[in-house]
């Protein structure tokens, strides 16, 4: 492991700890008060779970983060820490002295949380080659060659700022899960079958473009022509497939708050589901820059489901619709 690979993995590990120490001091606080009035700053944490999460979220990752990144010049962190922040969020949520839930309903979606974050954060180091922070986001990177000098304070808000009301919005149903005591009932498992396959069509879709990637990779050193395109396996039927997963995963979870009567949870999926929706068509504008796939990609296009897996259209009804 090179001197930087090592540093960036000890910032990862240690950057949440004042989140987590704090969290279990104020546990800590409250299991020795033996039942004295508690001062203002831990009974607003105790009565407020919700916000308690933002304000650990915004010092923690916002300003934290933020600061990290400009020491580093980059802001890979977040893209890291989205497979991490669900699961603390998870637990935080089930051990807050407020919470009240089913221990069954819980365990399972606390399992789940777990096997997602396994999924996605093999993905991230298996896309990195098993780097700590060797790149950031190329979104990011655009933008700041895009704001040049103003990119300093607008990172605050595009990187990190926007990502807790992402994260936060989209872990909502695992607040609802730890906020009503109701037994499992058969939407539990109809939820918990979505999450599922919502995982598996990421895995392996994830795996595909990966496959996919290294091959042309390989092509190249050797100086062959690449494949221009990705359409086998689950890429026939979608140009986004590992998106689609994703999104099944969040809404998966949303079945789960909405069972339990907090419906109003979809806002944080809805919303997530909108950004992805932009960047969807920002990676496709990109993959059209691209002079040695722009044309294959083109007809893809027009021949393929954007995200939800369907038949392919075949390219005799394309010229006629255009026709």
């Known amino acids: ?34 039942g004295a009035s508690l001062s203002h700053l831990w009974s607003w944490c105790f009565h407020h779970p919700l916000l308690l999460a933002n304000a650990l979220f915004f010092f923690n990752v916002n300003v934290l983060f933020w600061v990290i990144g400009h020491i580093q010049c980059s802001n890979w962190m977040i893209d890291l820490y989205w497979t991490v922040i669900p699961v603390l969020l998870v637990y935080y949520y089930a051990t807050h002295p407020s919470a009240q839930f089913d221990r069954l309903r819980s365990k399972l979606v606390i399992v789940l949380t777990w096997v997602w974050s396994i999924r996605l954060t093999h993905n991230y180091f298996r896309r990195e080659n098993w780097q700590w922070g060797a790149r950031e986001d190329w979104r990011f990177t655009d933008m700041r060659r895009q704001y040049g000098k103003h990119w300093w304070w607008m990172s605050f808000f595009v990187v990190y700022f926007s990502q807790q009301i992402f994260l936060i919005g989209i872990c909502l149903p695992l607040y609802a899960v730890h906020s009503v005591d109701k037994p499992l009932n058969i939407w539990d498992f109809v939820a918990a079958l979505v999450c599922l396959c919502g995982i598996v069509i990421a895995y392996f879709a994830d795996t595909q473009l990966h496959d996919f990637v290294t091959r042309n990779r390989k092509l190249k050193e050797l100086g062959k022509p690449m494949v221009p395109n990705l359409d086998r396996r689950l890429w026939r039927y979608s140009r986004h497939p590992n998106y689609f997963g994703e999104q099944l ?55 393929t489901s954007a995200c939800v897996p369907w038949f392919k259209s ?8 255009h026709t």
Request: hydrophobic content about 50%.
């Open 249 to 303: 995963w969040w809404w998966g979870l949303v079945v789960f708050a909405w069972s339990l009567g907090h419906g109003w949870t979809f806002v944080g999926a809805l919303i997530n589901s909108m950004c992805l929706a932009y960047v969807t068509v920002l990676v496709e504008q990109r993959m059209l820059r691209q002079e040695y796939r722009a044309e294959a990609y083109s007809l893809y296009q027009k021949t």
């Open 314 to 321: 075949s390219i005799v009804a394309v010229k006629d619709k």
């Open 1 to 34: 492991m090179s001197r930087s690979n090592l540093k960036n993995a000890v910032v990862a590990f240690l950057v949440p700890l004042p989140s987590i120490l704090f969290y279990l001091y104020f546990l800590n606080h409250l299991q020795s008060n033996n």
